[in-house]
């Protein structure tokens, strides 16, 4: 039983540029939240998807979209990117709408340049 | 919305020492309180939680208390190994909520 995959595992990308990282959740878990981790810092919560819909958001920028699929896959979009959107960005899931622990993938890391 | 601390930012132990890590929250609604286990390059790993209808958790070398009253939880890690050495985030939600994680603790044991 897979867990929470991610990729790409490393991207470097340029100040301006888009970019989109994905997610396919544990299986059996139907939501996702993406989080955005800085060196030395705990996880940020970006935004929370169940049922194919942005349920929860945390305080980032309109830069940052999202979607999810209907097999519960999940991408993370990132608009004009700054050099301070250098971070990891991980993906979690979790089963039963997000109302139990969530599990996290080995995340994506973005350098900006 | 929740803010959650943690201390210290470093700590440091002896080999077969004890290590406790503390955290506090803001939201007296939050129920749920897992502590995360980040090794150098790799994904945040639940090593433990307690829900706030328990006072005391207890996995082996590892023991969680909470306090809800004074709004505050620990891990407590007994009889350290040098695989223990990591960065270790506790978190706070309520039912449904977000996850809102404290900046973490680095832990090194040493030999």
């Known amino acids: 039983d897979a867990g929470v995959t991610q990729s790409p595992t490393h991207l470097i990308k340029t100040r301006g540029q888009q970019v989109t990282l994905r997610c396919s959740p544990k299986?059996?878990?139907?939501?996702v939240s993406w989080y955005q981790q800085a060196l030395g810092q705990g996880p940020q919560f970006i935004f929370q998807?169940?049922?194919?819909?942005?349920?929860q958001r945390g305080n980032f920028p309109d830069r940052f979209s999202g979607h999810q699929f209907p097999n519960y896959s999940s991408e993370l979009n990132v608009n004009a990117l700054l050099l301070g959107d250098s971070a990891l960005y991980l993906c979690a899931s979790s089963p039963g709408g997000g109302r139990n622990t969530i599990y996290f993938g080995e995340g994506s890391w973005l350098t900006v340049v | 919305g929740e803010n959650v601390e943690q201390h210290p930012s470093t700590l440091s132990v002896q080999e077969g020492d004890s290590a406790v890590i503390k955290c506090t929250y803001s939201?007296?609604?939050?129920?749920?309180f897992p502590w995360y286990k980040q090794e150098l390059g790799k994904r945040p790993q639940l090593i433990i939680d307690?829900?706030?209808?328990?006072g005391e958790k207890k996995d082996q070398r590892i023991a969680v208390t909470l306090n809800k009253t004074a709004k505050h939880f620990s891990l407590h890690i007994t009889e350290t190994q040098p695989e223990d050495s990591a960065v270790y985030f506790c978190?706070?939600?309520?039912?449904?909520?977000?996850?809102?994680f404290g900046p973490g603790t680095r832990l090194s044991v040493l030999p």
């Open positions: 978190a706070a939600t309520s039912y449904g909520q977000n996850f809102v």
């Open positions: 299986s059996g878990h139907d939501t």
């Open positions: 998807y169940y049922e194919e819909e942005e349920r």
């Open positions: 307690i829900r706030s209808n328990v």
């Open positions: 939201d007296s609604a939050s129920n749920y």
